[in-house]
């Protein structure tokens, strides 16, 4: 998954990003005012948008109409020091999903941003199932009928990606889009590395593969027999 | 543009107006002190008003009327009594036996009118001699040389005529020298008096109905006439702070004597609303700004626990966090710096002031802010032609000396020059100029950049670490003082802004 912090005070992106990072295992990107802001959140495909409201150059709550304005659906989470209702309200009907005001709980911030980005893919359970193969997304942990499965981070994150958007054929390039901040086209031909070993843990000593590669177009993960 | 901070800076500058806390509690109570005055309803007393009007009109008219009437019944009664005594003169005759005899003949009189208060006369000879009476005798004699007189009789108020030697006139004989009587005729004037009463009290009593109905209107009208003032009252007791606005009915705003209180309600109200709204604006802002620097402190903090982290990050965090509680502070101590000198603008300063020069308050400045001028590679030049006093705190114009330096040394390009000048400007003002190199601020944003908080970029000013307090604090001391603080900019030819203080009775020391 991949985020995108709108947020002007470097510190406080910082340290939003790092929870991000370590928390979720999501990919993230900063933006340190709101004309940046904008630009990424159009330029690139983000599972999630952390928009603080004062910012330089364009205010978050025009970055939020600018953006829903062109059609994005990408789930915005907002950071404001303004909690009065009138403000609330008017940043909800604007388009925004969610707010966490300052100064806020991480914990609380990471669960919302979280349930942001499974609701985002259509997803209400903190658990996704494919066949017997279960992903806790809270405890990022993996198991396949009764085994657990350790998986590397990446792994994971590529994983992730997959099952939340389950049986749709998910490109190379999607998927780096997706893991990678900014820097991901030099990440090319790491995913093929990440398929494997996913393949190895999870399908190998299976008799329903889960993990298909679909020539030409990517990777889907879905039951075996639904294939036909 | 906004005011650039410089954390140690702020910090090592004492808070002013320490002192000025004492006075608060004084000044509460002398507001709180409110006279009490008897309310009274002005539709009342104006009614009141109009029917003491009427009742004292009431009473003249009704006087007047009343003494009229008796006038005119009184020259009526002596018309009439002169009347009846000529019938009773009418009632003497010459006897038939003896033409000199005179003799009174009752049969001629009219029949009495009154019975309970009886008509009396007296017929006497010219020699005094009683020729004829009244069953009652008159009680009184009249003196000479008065026609009318009046007496009591048995408390009754009585009239009398007299007509003296008159001729008696008879009918058949002619009688060469007539022979003279006095004649005189008393009447009872209680029937007068009563209809006198009657009268008094119809007029009395029609006054008073027309009074009352006319009192009944009268009080309608002025209530309906001050209806606007109630609509009005209403309408100012609807103002809260919830609702600023204040809608005078129609009638109410085109009446002469409502317009100035409709203006001033206005005004006063307008700048109330503004004020407040400047004050919510503040506040909101205040809260942004501390939020997030809690925020940063906060997520730092976090951060750090969330998992076991090696000690440099633990130290790195620390040091981030110890940071943050810097500019944590100096956010506070300029708000609080701000606030205090905002009610020195409200309240006055009070405060004994001495008498100091300007130009040693703007060296003490350029040296608070020589390490960061330094630091970016800007000189500052001192042009004081002549030394300028003024009656000022030297801490309170090194205030705003360093925070329009901290702003032109960080606006202007690394290497550039910043000057500040010091003038006397003729009509016993000071002025200070601070001239810096740098971009210049956009005509649009000049008018705002001495607002609290406002930031033309603050993407610049959070990169320096400002708040956009500084201006408004040099905005509000200079304000303390009663001066002026102007900014100029051509875009690409710098900012100057211009300080003007009066200098106050330091005049003479220059």
């Known amino acids: 998954m991949r985020v995108l912090v709108v947020e002007d005070e470097k510190r406080l992106a910082e340290n939003v990003a790092r929870a991000l990072r370590e928390s979720a295992g999501y990919a993230v990107d900063i933006a340190g005012d709101g004309e940046e802001g904008l630009y990424l959140a159009e330029s690139n495909a983000y599972d999630l948008m952390v928009l603080d409201l004062m910012l330089p150059k364009l205010d978050g709550q025009s970055v939020l109409t600018q953006y829903r304005k062109k059609g994005h659906s990408t789930p915005v989470l907002v950071l404001t020091a303004r909690d009065e209702k009138e403000n609330v309200v008017r940043l909800l009907n604007a388009g925004a999903d969610d707010y966490v005001s300052k100064p806020f709980d991480l914990g609380e911030f990471l669960a919302r941003a979280k349930a942001l980005v499974r609701r985002g893919k259509g997803q209400r359970s903190p658990v996704i199932s494919v066949a017997d193969l279960q992903l806790n997304t809270i405890e990022r942990t993996v198991r396949r009928g009764q085994k657990e499965i350790a998986l590397v981070p990446m792994e994971y994150r590529v994983l992730e990606y997959l099952a939340h958007r389950q049986r749709a054929v998910i490109s190379k390039s999607e998927l780096l889009e997706h893991l990678y901040d900014y820097n991901w086209e030099k990440f090319s031909n790491v995913i093929e590395v990440y398929i494997s070993g996913l393949r190895r843990k999870i399908d190998s000593d299976y008799p329903v593969k889960l993990i298909h590669t679909v020539r030409g177009h990517g990777y889907v993960l879905r039951p075996e027999r639904e294939r036909a | ?510």
């Not at chain 2, 002619?174 to 119809?202: C, D, F, G, H, K």
Request: charged fraction near 25%; glycine fraction near 6%.
């Open chain 2, 1 to 510: 543009m906004a005011s650039g901070s410089w954390p140690q800076t702020e910090a090592a500058l004492p808070l002013p107006g320490a002192e000025k806390k004492a006075q608060q509690p004084l000044l509460a109570e002398r507001a709180g002190a409110k006279p009490a005055v008897k309310s009274f309803s002005l539709a009342g007393r104006i009614i009141a008003r109009v029917i003491v009007c009427q009742l004292v009109l009431t009473a003249a008219l009704t006087t007047v009327a009343v003494l009229y009437a008796r006038r005119e019944l009184d020259r009526g009664f002596d018309a009439a009594l002169n009347g009846w005594a000529a019938n009773t003169l009418a009632a003497v005759r010459y006897s038939d036996e003896d033409v000199s005899n005179l003799i009174f003949d009752p049969s001629l009189m009219p029949a009495a009118t009154n019975r309970r208060h009886p008509d009396l006369f007296e017929i006497r000879r010219s020699n005094g001699e009683l020729l004829a009476r009244s069953a009652s005798p008159l009680p009184v004699e009249l003196e000479d040389g008065k026609t009318f007189g009046n007496f009591l009789l048995n408390g009754f108020p009585y009239r009398a005529i007299v007509l003296r030697d008159v001729p008696v006139l008879d009918r058949e004989e002619n009688i060469s020298v007539p022979q003279r009587v006095t004649v005189i005729y008393a009447s009872s004037r209680v029937a007068m008096r009563e209809q006198l009463e009657e009268l008094a009290v119809s007029v009395a009593g029609v006054s008073l109905l027309l009074l009352f109905i006319v009192s009944a209107v009268a009080a309608w009208a002025v209530r309906r006439g001050l209806s606007p003032l109630r609509e009005f009252a209403t309408q100012a007791g609807a103002i809260s702070v919830l609702n600023w606005e204040f809608r005078p009915p129609p009638e109410a705003s085109s009446a002469r004597e409502l317009a100035p209180l409709t203006t001033a309600i206005e005004t006063v109200l307008e700048r109330l609303r503004e004020s407040f709204r400047q004050q919510r604006d503040f506040t909101s802002d205040a809260a942004h700004e501390l939020k997030t620097s809690v925020a940063i402190v906060k997520s730092t903090l976090q951060t750090l626990l969330q998992r076991p982290r090696p000690e440099q990050e633990y130290r790195a965090g620390l040091e981030s966090m110890l940071d943050d509680c810097g500019r944590l502070e100096d956010l506070l101590a300029r708000m609080l710096r701000l606030a205090r000198i905002e009610q020195w603008v409200d309240t006055g300063m009070n405060r004994k002031l001495g008498v100091t020069e300007v130009t040693s308050t703007c060296e003490a400045a350029m040296a608070r802010i020589q390490a960061l001028a330094h630091a970016r590679n800007i000189r500052i030049e001192l042009v004081a032609p002549q030394e300028v006093h003024l009656q000022a705190d030297p801490e309170d114009l090194e205030v705003i000396w360093v925070n329009l330096l901290e702003n032109a040394v960080q606006y202007s390009p690394a290497g550039s020059k910043v000057a500040i000048r010091v003038e006397r400007n003729g009509e016993g003002t000071a002025r200070v100029s601070v001239q810096d190199s740098g971009p210049g601020i956009p005509e649009e944003q000049l008018p705002h950049i001495f607002q609290r908080f406002y930031r033309g970029d603050p993407s610049r000013s959070r990169s320096t670490g400002g708040f956009g307090l500084g201006l408004a604090i040099c905005n509000a001391m200079v304000a303390a003082y009663g001066g002026q603080i102007q900014a100029f900019s051509g875009n690409g030819r710098g900012t100057e802004v211009r300080v003007e203080l009066p200098v106050g009775s330091a005049d003479g020391a220059a």
